[in-house]
């Protein structure tokens, strides 16, 4: 999957956008998907200027968000999403747990 999530990731690398890892990174929300068999991939932003102390608190809240970063991490995304849709390539899946 590396080879093609850095093709995906191509058009998007001024965005930032630049690096596909097969390290772990934690128990995150992608980790469910993969557990019932699904694809599952983590998308990781810098974090510039947000107190990881308040990250998944009752601080964590939308006056917090960084309207570039959303508008950045929302194209990246659309386009990863857009070529998984196209592709004639089935993605792989690891079984279900």
């Known amino acids: ?5 850095e093709a995906w990731l191509k058009p998007v690398n001024d965005l930032g956008a630049s690096m596909s890892t097969l390290n772990k990174i934690g128990a995150t929300d992608h980790l469910s998907f993969i557990g019932v ?3 599952g991939f983590q998308a990781v932003q810098d ?3 947000y ?3 308040t990250h998944h608190t009752n601080m964590d809240t939308y006056e917090r968000v960084n309207p570039e970063a959303l508008k950045k991490g929302s194209v990246i995304i ?3 999403l857009y070529d998984a ?3 004639d390539t089935k993605i792989h899946r ?3 747990k």
């Open 47 to 49: 974090y510039n200027n």
């Open 85 to 87: 849709a196209m592709s």
């Open 1 to 5: 999957m590396k080879p093609i999530m």
């Open 78 to 80: 659309a386009t990863v």
């Open 94 to 96: 690891a079984p279900a």
């Open 37 to 39: 068999g699904l694809p």
């Open 51 to 53: 107190d990881v102390r």
